[in-house]
């Protein structure tokens, strides 16, 4: 794919994904690539593409929008502890010293950037560690779920969950200082307060209001 080419697809995937995650798109209205294309003024293509991303990511079942159940979400959840302890533990031993140095730009965003920037640097915290195992049988994993995450990441720092920024700083302490262990548990007990944070108020999504 070009990248001009990739950036129209990019761009059509993430004005629907926005668009659901802010209530924009009612439940029960079946997503079709021609009242999508007119509505957001973009060709069929980026728009089939789109879908079916959506579709893998599992926003959208049955060409419509899918509200993710609490055991959806619990699975989820279970999913990234698993996949992500392991990562953190792997990076405490071999992280670059070039993503160590981003983990912390990342938390440095997240205390002081806009909310956007702070979307952004949550994500990329995550990310980093994730990419850092170059295994992309668990980076592929993770990449199918991204929707579903994003709407949690959305939750936990738009709506500021206590000590987000902070857990991350300790994550970061425990990998710098090569402690696996601790890494690992930290992130796990830091996803468990996500889940917990998000299940609490996931009923704003449903009920289709703005996050």
Known sequence: MKKKENYFYDDAYKQIRDKILNGEIDPSTKLTETKLAESLNISRTPIRYAISKLEQEGLIKNKK???????????IFQVRTLLEGYAA??????????????????????????????LEANFLFHHILVSETNNTEIINIIDRMQSIIYMFRRIVTLQKRPRLVEEHQEIFEAIKAGDGDLAEELIVQHLQKDLEFSINRIDRFEQNNRL
Request: charged share 30%.
């Open 65 to 75: 929008v899918y509200i993710p159940t609490e055991k959806d979400i619990r699975n």
């Open 89 to 118: 533990k792997f990076c405490a031993s071999y992280i670059s010293v070039e993503s160590l140095e981003k983990l912390e730009e990342s938390i440095e965003i997240g205390n002081t950037g806009t909310p956007s920037e702070q």
